[in-house]
Structure formats: C-alpha cells, structure tokens
C-alpha cells in the first residue's frame, strides 16, 4: 500500500491531468446533438483499435515482477476489445435503419 502512495505522490501532476481530462471530455460529448453520437462511436473505433495495440505493447514490453503493468496493459485490451465490438454493433444497427425494406 505504501508503495502506491508513494507512486501517486510521485505523479501528482499525471492525476490532475487524468481528472481535467475526465471534465473536459464530459463537457465536450455533453454539448454534441443525439445526432452526431453514432458517427462519433464508429469514429472511436479506430481509436480503440490503436489503444488495443499500445496495450498489448505494454504487455509485452512489462518487466517480469511488474505487475501493475500487466493488469492495466490487460484491462485496457479488454475495455478496448469490448468498445470496438459495441462500436461496430451500434454502428451496424444504425445502417439498418437507412437500409430500404422490402
């Protein structure tokens, strides 16, 4: 436990810049129109799809007894993995709609 207080205290600025971030991107989506929100979600896709390669270079690269590395590098390709899918599945489902019947 001491060790990830020490960490935190180390990379203060790092969580201050972490929380700005988390106001500022809720700030941002909150004044984009119902509209656009779809669109904005295949957009991510990509994104995620860079994020997943970056956490598995962190795997890969995490030294032996780094755990922390290990466990975030994990959660971030599962998170990552599961943000695309819903992306594409979110995004199929709106073609749908443009799709003419029969």
Not at 27 to 43: A, Q, R, Y
Request: proline fraction near 2%; avoid cysteine.
């Amino acid at each position: 436990m001491n060790q990830i207080l020490n960490w935190i205290a180390a990379h203060q600025e790092m969580a201050y810049i972490v929380i700005l971030m988390i106001f500022v991107g809720i700030e941002i989506i909150g004044k984009v129109p119902s509209v656009l929100h779809t669109p904005l979600m295949s957009g991510a896709n990509a994104i995620h799809g860079v994020v997943i390669i970056g956490a598995i270079i962190v795997m890969g690269q995490a030294e032996e007894g780094n755990t922390i590395a290990l466990v975030l590098g994990f959660l971030a390709v599962i998170l990552g993995t599961l943000n695309v899918v819903g992306g594409f599945v979110v995004t199929d489902r709106m073609l749908e709609m443009f799709k003419k019947k029969k």
